[in-house]
């Protein structure tokens, strides 16, 4: 089925360990995002991509790094997890960045112990 | 900062009724406007978008964007308990990015 998928769906982990999270999409959209979500702040953007090999920060960055060698792939990477980045993390992706929708995929509940 | 603002919630309507979410945003220059539904424990879903001044309906949806006051509301008609979740307003801004409001918890009460 066409769309965009995150694995793992559940992740926990302990402080200090690199987790990556996935995001696959099969509508060969040019933009992709990550958010987290957090009671009281709502969902806030981490980092985005327009193409392959280009990709830049968003409101919060500090903490994640991100790769984007293939159009359909983004992963997100926590280099050294800590607890502030317990969350659910949500990709997404657009045709076109600003003038378009985003359709974001199910989303990963990340707990670091 | 650009900000998205959501009245405060949450906000509870008797099945049938009209329940109206409101939208305020800070950057003038915004051109794309969406609303989201997200369910509890899911991921956040299109239900609406708008472009310019006026009115767009869409079944029971009726979005509204006025400019000049810089707000967008979501109007939803006959109310169906279906309908309670939380919805989130988006705005994309001059940079390109969307900006979500903290969203406002719907209950339709049966």
């Known amino acids: 089925d066409a769309g965009i998928t995150q694995s793992p769906r559940y992740k926990i982990t302990e402080t200090g360990r690199q987790v990556t999270l996935m995001c696959h999409q099969t509508?060969?959209?040019?933009?992709m995002f990550w958010y987290r979500q957090d009671l009281g702040h709502g969902l806030r953007l981490i980092y985005y991509?327009?193409?392959?090999?280009?990709?830049d920060k968003g409101e919060v960055p500090d903490g994640y790094v991100v790769s984007r060698s293939k159009t359909e792939n983004f992963p997100l990477t926590l280099e050294s997890a800590t607890r502030s980045q317990t969350s659910v993390y949500f990709c997404?992706?657009?045709?076109?960045?600003?003038?378009?929708?985003?359709?974001f995929g199910d989303g990963t509940r990340l707990s670091i112990l | 900062q650009k900000e998205v603002e959501q009245n405060s919630g949450p906000l509870s309507v008797p099945e049938g009724a009209i329940a109206s979410l409101n939208c305020t945003y800070s950057?003038?220059?915004?051109?794309?406007f969406f609303w989201y539904r997200q369910y509890s424990g899911k991921s956040p879903e299109l239900i609406m978008s708008?472009?310019?001044?006026g009115d767009k309906e869409d079944g029971r949806f009726t979005a509204q964007l006025n400019k000049a006051s810089q707000y967008v509301s979501l109007l939803i008609r006959d109310s169906q308990p279906s309908d309670s979740a939380t919805y989130l307003c988006?705005?994309?801004?001059?940079?390109?990015?969307?900006?979500f409001g903290k969203g406002i918890t719907l209950s339709v009460r049966p």
């Open positions: 997404a992706s657009s045709e076109r960045t600003g003038l378009l929708a985003q359709h």
């Open positions: 509508w060969s959209h040019s933009y």
């Open positions: 991509s327009a193409a392959a090999d280009i990709t």
């Open positions: 950057d003038r220059v915004s051109q794309s």
């Open positions: 708008i472009y310019s001044n």
């Open positions: 988006a705005v994309t801004g001059a940079n390109s990015k969307l900006t």
